[in-house]
């Protein structure tokens, strides 16, 4: 007997075997580290043959003044 959850996943892989994703993480794509920042350059994503655009995980910063990424409060 066949195991039709494997079978849907190898259906799925194919369709994604020659797709090209590009990642983006925010903070290091733009100077600005925004999304609107970052828009302005999707053309050019688009021009290195990317079908899929990955955006790392983002949240508003913390106003922390402290430059070492975390906080008193943790």
Do not use: H
């Not at 925010?26 to 688009?46: I, N």
């Not at 899929?52 to 430059?67: A, K, Q």
Request: net charge negative.
């Amino acid at each position: 007997m066949k195991d039709a959850i494997f079978e849907d996943r190898r259906a799925r892989m194919e369709l994604i075997r020659d797709t090209v994703i590009y990642q983006i993480n925010l903070r290091s794509f733009t100077r600005e580290g925004t999304l609107a920042a970052a828009e302005k350059y999707l053309p050019e994503v688009a021009d290195t043959g990317a079908d899929i655009v990955y955006l790392c995980p983002f949240m508003e910063s913390d106003p922390d003044p402290d430059p070492a990424y975390w906080s008193l409060r943790q």
